[in-house]
């Protein structure tokens, strides 16, 4: 019964963790920031699979 409460709490854990999180994937490349939404560069300027955030195309601030 202990391993099982355990094993809740870290699933909760691991839950509000990642939901908590602004992730943007890792990218290769550099990405332009010419041009900017909502202090995103425009998702053109990424590959296709990469998210545009704030900093460097895929990356986070």
């Known amino acids: 019964m202990e391993l099982k409460?355990?094993?809740m709490i870290?699933?909760?854990v691991c839950i509000a963790v990642a939901a908590s999180e602004?992730?943007?994937p890792e990218?290769?490349?550099e990405?332009?920031?010419s041009y900017r939404i909502n202090d995103c560069c425009s998702q053109?300027?990424?590959p296709s699979?990469?998210?545009c955030c704030k900093g460097?195309?895929?990356y986070g601030m």
């Open 5 to 7: 409460a355990q094993v």
């Open 10 to 12: 870290l699933l909760v």
């Open 22 to 24: 602004n992730y943007c």
């Open 27 to 29: 990218v290769k490349g």
């Open 31 to 33: 990405c332009s920031l």
């Open 44 to 46: 053109n300027d990424c």
């Open 49 to 51: 699979y990469a998210m």
């Open 56 to 58: 460097r195309c895929g």
